[in-house]
């Protein structure tokens, strides 16, 4: 039991008991007490009874729940609840835009007690007839189900990493002195991992199969397996294992062939030969001597994507890419100032003990009232205690940000004196996601123009193995952030990773600088800023183009000089 869990299992009660029409005053409570612990700083498993009860919100039966999910895992509260509630109900209700009210009433009047009744019913039309949900809901439940069942068994990068370098280590520690790569996917650092892919190479292979046979970290598919590749899965997630075996002569082009994506392998080396021909039965004594005896600029394994790296390798043109340390300072963050879990202060000296220069902080602007959104009073508020940091911290410097929303038409959602009045502006959208790519794209294209728009958030608004992105016209909207020299963000949220990769070197070539942002709304969100620079990387993004990557003077200089544009138009 930690932090996270206790606070999800105090979420799950207060889903259920309004599922179960439980007394209002009642939830009200738990939620305001839930709003607390996720707003403090101190971990709920470290803190006393009496340090609980100080807690606005929090009372006895709060306090209860959490002693005993901190000695048993749960609380009879929730036993009472869950042992009432379908078992599928659970799953019903993860499915975005049904909150429990709505669950209720399709358990009540349609008997749906799992996901595959309700894509049945609203298959069936039963769905679109009930009061208060109608055809448009109908068709929104059924993407939004058809999204979930198609990312089964797929993680994201972030929440495996430790997994797959736990298992690469205990394989190692298993097979000795035998050579051992991580392959496939999670070798290329994709943002979405469906399997471990692992090689291993040995001249005494029947030996160690042997003994990869009766370990107890894999359940191995017997049925699915051949001699050269073993098939299997982790016992406690969703996560399928591939184990490659061949001679230790093979290991270098094998390695090669197994991480480097098809459309790479397929990619041409020379006008006759392709990767994987050039590749396949030779005998490399390592990755650089492959690309150096064929002519090749080295290329990461990052970029090995058939995105056109083996062109640039034969023309030297693989540039240098960002590395974390190059970047000297992390902007779009937010404070308490509007959702986020820590002070600006405290934001401001964690973001300066990590060894960055700056700190640019971008709370939600006022229409994000959901978000609790700065009204005008509150930005003056704001920025003069940012002037106060400024003086206190230096010549570490915090910047005045704002993440503003563009609103349906495009516009943001402050008047211009007040916009005049940040270093930076990040302009995003939050609302009426269900756009098509023209209405998406022509919102996006308004905002891009509106002079005080410095950088574009999250461009296409997605959370990836949650929910798709709206559709834009990705080069129309790179094109114009080109002609109105905006930088395009990466935001290195795990669940974002937006813009996509993909788009990063069209962005370079059109000269857009990105941002890496890591979108955090509490110390710990710094930690992102890592995946931001593995998502860069795939693209081919360099330290020239990365906006974050200009020091402290550099960037302050960088954002009088558009402020100083603004002015003149």
């Known amino acids: 039991m930690d932090h996270k869990t206790i606070l999800k299992k105090l979420k799950l009660a207060i889903q259920l008991m309004e599922l179960h029409d439980e007394n209002p005053f009642k939830i009200r409570g738990y939620q305001s007490a839930l709003i607390s612990l996720e707003r403090m700083d101190e971990d709920i498993m470290e ?82 007839l009930i009061k ?4 448009k809901t109908q068709d929104t439940i059924i993407q939004n189900l058809e999204f979930k069942a198609s990312n089964t068994g797929k993680w994201l990068y972030a929440d495996i990493e430790n997994t797959i370098d736990h298992l690469a280590n205990s394989l190692q520690s298993l097979v000795g002195d035998a050579q051992l790569a991580v392959v496939g996917d999670f070798a290329r650092k994709m943002e979405i991992i469906s399997e471990a892919e692992f090689l291993i190479a040995s001249a005494r292979l029947p030996e160690l199969k042997t003994l990869l046979k009766t370990q107890t970290l894999i359940e191995w598919k017997w049925k699915e397996a051949s001699p050269a590749t073993w098939r299997g899965k982790l016992p406690d997630l969703d996560l399928h294992i591939l184990v490659h075996f061949c001679p230790p002569s093979d290991f270098v082009w094998r390695r090669m062939a197994f991480t480097g994506s098809k459309a790479h392998l397929l990619s041409f080396v020379t006008d006759t030969e392709t990767v994987a021909e050039k590749l396949i039965n030779k005998d490399y004594e390592s990755e650089e001597a492959f690309f ?66 700056y700190l640019g902080i971008s709370d ?39 993440e503003s929303d563009i609103l349906g038409d495009g516009s943001l959602d402050y008047p211009d004196d007040v916009l005049a009045s940040f270093d930076f502006v990040v302009s995003s959208v939050h609302s009426i996601l269900n756009m ?117 003077e550099e960037i302050a200089a960088y954002f009088a000089e558009r402020k100083a544009g603004v002015s003149k138009v």
């Open 47 to 128: 803190l006393s009874d009496e340090e609980l009860a100080k807690i606005n919100g929090v009372g006895k039966s709060i306090i209860e729940a959490i002693q005993s999910m901190k000695a048993a895992e749960t609380f009879p509260l929730l036993v009472q609840l869950l042992e009432k509630t379908p078992t599928g109900i659970l799953e019903v209700l993860q499915i975005k835009g049904l909150g429990p009210r709505k669950v209720k009433t399709l358990w009540e009047e349609l008997g749906i007690t799992s996901t595959h009744e309700l894509m049945e019913a609203c298959q069936a039309g039963k769905v679109a």
């Open 132 to 135: 208060g949900f109608g055809q």
């Open 292 to 357: 150096t005896q064929n002519n090749l600029q080295f290329i990461p394994a990052e970029m090995r994507e058939g995105f056109g790296e083996v062109g640039q390798a034969r023309e030297n043109r693989i540039p240098q890419l960002l590395e974390e340390s190059d970047l000297k300072g992390i902007l779009h963050n937010h404070s308490t100032y509007s959702d986020g879990k820590h002070s600006l202060r405290q934001m401001a000296e964690h973001c300066r003990a990590m060894g960055y220069g």
């Open 364 to 402: 939600h602007s006022r229409t994000a009232s959901y978000a609790g959104g700065l009204d005008i009073e509150k930005v003056i508020k704001q920025q003069a205690e940012i002037d106060q940091l400024n003086i206190e911290m230096a010549p570490f410097k915090i910047f005045k940000g704002i």
């Open 436 to 552: 098509d790519i023209k209405r998406a794209t022509d919102r996006l294209l308004q905002a891009i123009a509106n002079p005080y728009t410095t950088i574009l958030g999250h461009p296409t608004g997605r959370l990836l193995l949650r929910r798709e992105g709206y559709p834009i016209d990705h080069k129309t909207i790179i094109d114009a952030c080109a002609v109105h020299n905006v930088v395009i963000e990466i935001n290195a949220n795990p669940w974002r990773l937006d813009l996509d990769w993909r788009w990063v070197r069209y962005a370079m070539d059109q000269g857009v600088k990105l941002s890496i942002n890591p979108d955090a709304h509490e110390m710990e969100g710094y930690a992102d800023m890592k995946y931001g620079v593995l998502v860069g990387r795939k693209g081919g993004l360099t330290k020239e183009m990365t906006l974050n990557a200009l020091s402290s």
